[in-house]
């Protein structure tokens, strides 16, 4: 079972009861901090009743009271393989925390080492047409070499990105619901390979299920975790319009497909590049905003043989002890020695002692 902090419990004990965002925020600051409310619940009751309602005060009043609440709930997470990254985590993003509204908890499965690794967001609409999910895919892998990539798990674009993104590196899908679903039902794999091979994240519940009002909330945590937004599709209407939304809000590049005149898929495209997105048809718009050169890095990549580049890689995404290097690329420590020794020579790597390397 992870270990947490005792303000990390609390944070965890306040999440806990389904409260929503305007109500758990403030109780948050109703004290200093939750775990400064729990102490002080008595007290503060009359308070927090007024805020939160008396069936759910009754129950947070009764939690407290409980000596194996607490114990019971981050037990049931650890057997559903939830990590939880609550605000006072060093594992939660600080670009997260600067949103004007930020999760309270992330629900994690999979490597919550990537929230601290550089994100590049990209979304798309479920009616995308085949051409442009094949371009999607291809951006999505190039930008994998330097971001992780950062979708939600929608058909159409979002699937897109994050098979191309798997193509070359992690992904970090975040989702509208809690972990005891899967919507739709027809990515249950893609959704176990970004566990497997990424992160997926949600501020819900594992019992919370789809709901329309949820995903426009998810989409801020997009746009919040990422410095950048590719929109690859987006109807007149589209959900995936409030993901640029929040991430232009938020102070975030926004980057969009160009679409030819009277293509439904298009139309929120050409909108937003009317008004703030930039119009990218080729990775070079993408690269250039953020310093990357794209020839520079391709050389640096085939400079490096097949086993360089997987632990190259994984330290790249996060990975620092040899045994989760060893891991990520799917192949025994003992295999190590040799890619690590020769990016250490060629400048790529440092040894930081006790089997740990990262990237210079």
């Keep these: 079972m992870p270990s947490y902090t005792k303000e990390e419990k609390a944070e965890i004990w306040l999440d806990s009861f389904g409260l929503d965002y305007t ?25 927090a009743e007024e805020i939160a309602g008396s069936e759910a005060c009754a129950k947070m009043e009764r939690s407290l009271r409980s000596s ?11 057997e559903k393989s939830i990590a939880c990254v609550s605000y006072s985590s060093p594992y939660y993003p600080e670009a997260l925390r600067q949103i004007p509204d930020p999760p309270l908890v992330l629900y994690c499965k999979g490597d919550v080492s990537l929230l601290q690794t550089r994100k590049f967001a990209i979304v798309g609409s479920r009616r995308t047409l085949p051409q442009v999910v094949k371009q999607t895919e291809k951006f999505a892998a190039g930008l994998a070499r330097h971001f992780t990539i950062v979708t939600g798990l929608a058909e159409g674009g979002d699937t897109a990105a994050a098979l191309g993104a798997l193509a070359v590196g992690p992904v ?3 989702l509208a619901y809690g972990f005891d679903h899967v919507y739709p039902s027809c990515n249950a794999d893609l959704l176990a390979k970004a566990e497997q091979k990424g992160l997926a994240v949600s501020e819900y519940l594992p019992h919370e299920e789809p709901r329309g009002f949820r995903f426009p909330a998810r989409n801020r ?14 109807g007149a209407k589209s959900g995936t319009r409030s993901t640029a939304e929040r991430a232009f809000e938020y102070g975030r590049d926004v980057f969009a497909f160009p679409y030819g005149i009277g293509v439904p898929s298009g139309v929120g495209c050409n909108a937003l590049i009317k008004e703030y997105a930039k119009l990218t048809d080729d990775l070079v718009d993408i690269a250039a905003a953020f310093g990357i050169n ?10 490096l043989s097949p086993s360089e580049s997987a632990v190259f890689g994984a330290i790249c995404a996060g990975a620092s002890h040899a045994e989760e290097i060893a891991a990520k690329c799917a192949m025994p420590v003992s295999a190590l020695s040799v890619p690590l020794t020769l990016l250490q020579m060629k400048g790529k790597i440092v040894s930081c002692g006790g089997n740990r390397y990262a990237k210079v």
Excluded: M, N
């Design 294 to 303: 794209l020839t520079e890095a391709a050389q640096e990549q085939a400079a």
């Design 68 to 78: 194996v609440y607490l114990a019971e709930l981050l037990a049931g997470y650890a």
């Design 23 to 47: 109500k758990k925020s403030k109780l948050y600051h109703l004290a200093d901090g939750p775990y400064a409310l729990a102490a002080a619940f008595s007290r503060l009751r009359g308070r």
């Design 221 to 234: 945590i997009i746009a919040g975790l990422s410095e950048g937004v590719l929109v690859v599709s987006a």
């Design 172 to 174: 970090i899908c975040v």
